[in-house]
């Protein structure tokens, strides 16, 4: 029944699927000092998803064998379809008019994973579209289920096992906006992916399945995901992927809030350097402007909403913290005695190059401010770039610079 209801859907269903470049997080960059040659340090890192992807010798052999024993132990026999299972499925549709769990194999988890990131793409442009396509991803059928089938034999023929498991790893979602077993390492571990033991891998591909339910985000997931986690260990010694010793004692540490070691990711200007929050965020608002990204401002946005881009910029933070604290030392930001605002900008003579940008108040743009001395309208720019109508420039305005402005044709409502 099956096979005579399906097989013309299978014919018609397309072929082709390829694994995209995945979204990654940015980092923004500034000077240590005035030389560059000295190096520099990262202010900030800005992301849609927090990502970042790392080769297949940088993740524990401990991951690898998890994700086989908890998710496709015949993962390296099969051409990316596991015959039995879905057989399984289709006898669970006829019978009950859903498709039963087990039937996908790693390669169309991956499959449905591509579907899924893809989709997201449309959030915050289209969010009807993005939520069709989100839907369509996720949607219990037979058919849909057969359409995985048909793109991830094709995966098999264009990559190798290796490098389907290894994209799997990277475009996994380990609950929220945690994607990728690195990133999952460090936010859940503090640690990275080549370095976790065999508890902490089991703990992570147990989040895969049920993100929400077995994510480490709360401690209200820690029996769900120990659970789960300890059904994989159990596989992976019947396996032979691990020996009695190292099953005895992963299963014997529990996950409570002494093994998990919560490291929030910092995203957004928000959670930059303190010295050069408000300097982030004038960077991020220039990403339109960035030829290096693309020919036109819609790819260089898109380019920078899928990330892993590392940004240099000529901020000097050994001049940044002098004018931050002269800045406040001044005109400190609780002053409520008057509307005080105080700005320090250095700006390289002929090259332009922005050396300090600081002002008298924190920089804070969540929808309601702590307090009066926060703000996220910064003073050094104009509105296009997250700043206000402008100030008067008073007597800082010297004669030779004003002069020199009209010369270049410039006007005094400029």
């Not at 995966?155 to 690195?182: C, V």
Request: hydrophobic share 40%.
């Amino acid at each position: 029944m099956a096979a005579s209801n399906t097989i013309g859907i299978f014919d018609s269903l397309p072929e082709y699927i390829e694994i995209n470049e995945l979204q990654q997080r940015n980092t923004i960059y500034a000077q240590k000092t005035a030389d560059p040659a000295a190096g520099y340090t990262a202010i900030a890192t800005v992301f849609a998803q927090n990502r970042e992807e790392v080769a297949w010798e940088e993740v524990s052999d401990f991951v690898k064998d998890a994700t086989l024993a908890g998710e496709d132990r015949r993962f390296y026999e099969h051409n990316g379809v596991d015959v039995q299972s879905v057989i399984r499925a289709a006898v669970g549709n006829v019978v009950s008019g859903g498709i039963e769990s087990g039937a996908s194999t790693l390669t169309m988890q991956l499959v449905k994973n591509i579907c899924i990131q893809e989709s997201l793409k449309l959030q915050g442009t289209d969010e009807e579209a993005f939520r069709a396509e989100y839907d369509s991803c996720q949607e219990s059928s037979l058919e849909r289920k057969l359409n995985e089938a048909k793109l991830a034999i094709n995966l098999e023929k264009e990559f190798t096992k290796d490098e389907i498991m290894l994209a799997y790893l990277n475009i996994a979602g380990f609950g929220g906006n945690t994607y990728g077993i690195q990133a999952a390492a460090q936010e859940y571990f503090n640690t990275t992916a080549a370095d976790l033991t065999l508890a902490q891998a089991a703990s992570l591909i147990a989040i895969v399945q049920e993100p929400g339910a077995r994510s480490l985000k709360t401690p209200d997931n820690y029996a769900g995901n120990q659970e789960r986690r300890d059904v994989i260990l159990g596989n992976m010694l019947a396996y032979d992927m691990i020996t009695q010793a190292q099953y005895d004692e992963a299963v014997a540490i529990p996950v409570d809030e002494a093994f998990v070691t919560p490291t929030p990711p910092r995203n957004g200007c928000i959670a930059a350097n303190d010295y050069a929050r408000f300097f982030c965020d004038y960077v991020v608002r220039n990403v339109a402007n960035f030829e290096s990204l693309g020919a036109d401002a819609e790819s260089r946005l898109d380019a920078w909403k899928t990330g892993g881009i590392d940004v240099y910029t000529t901020l000097n933070m050994s001049l940044q913290q002098v004018a931050y604290d002269a800045v406040l030392r001044y005109a400190p930001a609780s002053e409520t005695r008057l509307e005080l605002g105080a700005v320090a900008v250095s700006v390289e003579p002929g090259t332009g190059r922005i050396l300090t940008m600081t002002q008298n108040k924190l920089f804070d743009n969540s929808e309601v401010p702590p307090g009066p001395e926060y703000t996220a309208v910064n003073f050094n720019t104009d509105r296009a770039y997250g700043g206000s109508s402008g100030f008067q420039p008073g007597s800082t305005y010297k004669m030779f610079t004003l002069i020199e402005w009209l010369n270049q044709g410039r006007g005094l409502r400029e």
